[in-house]
């Protein structure tokens, strides 16, 4: 596998089968529902600095209406709530993609990035997403 390769999921692979098989998801495209796979990719400064516009408007409502505001910064331990360091991406099963780059690390979580990773474009939707190259077989 290279970038600018066409792949589709491998549906031998037994990852993807038991992703299918945990979570059934669907994608609405026109009057059809496409089944689909989740895959992710790190936020956009974009995405979180509208989550934290999202806190701050629900502090402020909540002082407004005289309540607690602690649940909305803070979690059970008393923890800053931070925001979300991935966003879930959904692409079709059945979907053709092209390979943006076919091998790198990333990080989708508070560790290290984790290696053996593929940045797949769905060329429909003009959205990219990372999934593990195993998971993935090129289109001939």
Do not use: Y
């Not at 649940?71 to 979300?84: K, N, Q, T, V």
């Not at 990773?117 to 060329?123: D, Y």
């Amino acid at each position: 596998m290279k970038k600018g390769d066409k792949v589709k999921f491998n549906m031998d692979n037994a990852e993807v089968r038991e992703e299918l098989e945990r979570v059934e998801w669907s994608i609405e495209v026109g009057d059809t529902t496409e089944r689909s796979l989740r895959t992710w990719r790190p936020s956009t400064i974009e995405e979180k600095e509208a989550w934290r516009q999202s806190r701050r408007d629900a502090i402020a409502e909540a002082h407004a209406l005289g309540e607690n505001t602690f649940h909305i910064a803070f979690d059970d331990a008393g923890e800053s709530r931070l925001p979300p360091r991935t966003t879930q991406i959904r692409m079709p099963i059945d979907g053709e993609f092209i390979v943006d780059r076919a091998r790198c690390r990333v990080a989708l979580g508070w560790g290290n990035p984790e290696p053996g990773m593929a940045r797949i474009l769905n060329p429909e939707t003009g959205e990219h997403s990372f999934v593990k190259r195993e998971m993935l077989e090129v289109v001939q």
